[in-house]
Nanobody, 118 residues
Framework: QVQLVESGGGLVQAGGSLRLSCAAS????????MDWFRQAPGKEREFVAA????????SYADSVKGRFTISRDNAKNTVYLQMIRLKPEDTAVYYC???????????WGKGTLVTVSS
């Protein structure tokens, strides 16, 4: 069992930056692929970024490539999402998730709200 808690969300102006964190409980954090997803008001949840167990491989949605960076610190059981050049369309609740593979997420956090004002 893994429990995930996101933090770092807030209100930021367009063009600004935020760094989200997701702290995981348990001793098996390094055995999980970690993803970030987001859900905007009135829209379905969508994939944002993924990182492999050791952190050497990452994947991004086209909409965030070049602006968002996913990273992890296995010693701290934490995954991060650095977001720069934020746009109003990035406004959403951001969730981190853990699983055995990028497309198989078994554990989810409760989310943190990011609001980007124009």
């Amino acid at each position: 069992q893994v429990q995930l808690v996101e933090s770092g969300g807030g209100l930021v102006q367009a063009g600004g930056s935020l760094r989200l964190s997701c702290a995981a409980s348990g001793r098996t954090f390094s055995s999980y692929v970690m993803d970030w997803f987001r859900q905007a008001p009135g829209k379905e949840r969508e994939f944002v970024a993924a990182i492999s167990r050791g952190g050497s491989s990452t994947s991004y949605a086209d909409s965030v490539k070049g602006r968002f960076t996913i990273s992890r610190d296995n010693a701290k059981n934490t995954v991060y999402l650095q977001m720069i050049r934020l746009k109003p369309e990035d406004t959403a609740v951001y969730y981190c998730a853990a699983g055995p593979a990028m497309a198989v997420m078994n554990y989810w956090g409760k989310g943190t709200l990011v609001t980007v004002s124009s």
